[in-house]
């Protein structure tokens, strides 16, 4: 105390000399709380800011006294590294949503290696950069990419004239997939030098087509990559053609896919109205709509557990307009968008951001999927979508098949 009372003398003394006026000393200690609380006050504040407010400032504290009770207490050694990443997965968990996760460094690095590949009809594994580009990490023999010229270390920085330099790993890649059945371009960092790839080669169609001997079109769809739209409305034509009568599409084991492809689809078959709407957090919605051209024909839709995404809002919709019967079985919901989220430290967060509406504004995955009018499953699972054809008469009645839900529909339709 007595030494406080030397300095704040001290300072007084300073004053007084360089300012030649007479202060008292209570002022002086007034003053320097003054200060000081407001120091206090700025920083509590900006702490506050740090953190996002009162509400997440009051969450971190009570982790920390959390973790300080954990670290005197508990009986065996804390790994805080492992304490902070399972707290973080608990975090994401907590939001009842499967389809987001958190992943250590560890874990994302080894994400990133598994998912470089998701889609391979380009024939070569990308990463994002710092600089902004996407670095190619390996290029697959007699590959589309092989054929251009593309090798490990180049970094793509362009496709067909879109800048690649703001869009994250996700963008990119659902960029290039909807070009995999075209000729593109890309443009390299290095030189500024442009190639062109040619997938159209290498494209394999996920549409087959059959007519069947009750005279119903079947159309087997095995996901909505790039061109599977054009490829089911030229079958169905072929089918037409052919002198079918009905329609059975078959979405069975369909991941899903691009909501371009599902919307061109839609628009074909369905007359006149909102298909479906893509929603963001802060309920931005993007809505597809279909003309007033349609193909009236009667039509039934097979559906099961693995029928994912963009799978089920075509499901949907066609459930939704009343121009299909459903059969077979419900599917999971996975209608919600996810964005890969990378933190400073290496770790991050594969996180649902948004999710697709029907036209109506259902919410799918809120209703946890899309439900037939007529739910039934296969005795034989590995008979779904296997048969070559069926036979019988007009009854739809088929001796080839064990598929039990495609005889349903068949007869259904007949």
Known sequence: MRLLKRILRTILRFIRAVMNIPIRLKFVILALLLVAGVVYWQTHRSMLKAVGGREDFDEAMRYIAIKDVVDERFIDPVDRSTLGDNAAAAIIAGLGDKWSYYMSPNEYKAFQLSSTNEYSGIGMAILKEEGGGFEVISVNMDSPAAWAGLTAGDVIVAVDDIDLTDKTLDEARKLIR????TKFILRLSKGNREIEVDCSGSYVSSVHCRLEKTLAGYVQIKNFEAGTAQDAINGIENLLNQGATTLCIDLRGNPGGLDTEVAAFLD????????????????????????????KLPMCVLINAETFGEAEVCAAALQEFQWATLIGEPTTGKTRTQETIVLDDGSAIRLSTGTYLTGNGTDISARGGVSPEYIMHNSDPSATGTTAGTTGDSSGTGVTSNDEQLMYALKLLS
């Open 268 to 295: 074909y078959l369905l007359p006149s109205g909102r298909l479906f709407v893509k929603q963001n957090k802060i309920g931005k919605q993007e809505i597809t709509e279909s003309d007033g051209m349609c193909i």
């Open 178 to 181: 909807s070009r995999l059945n």
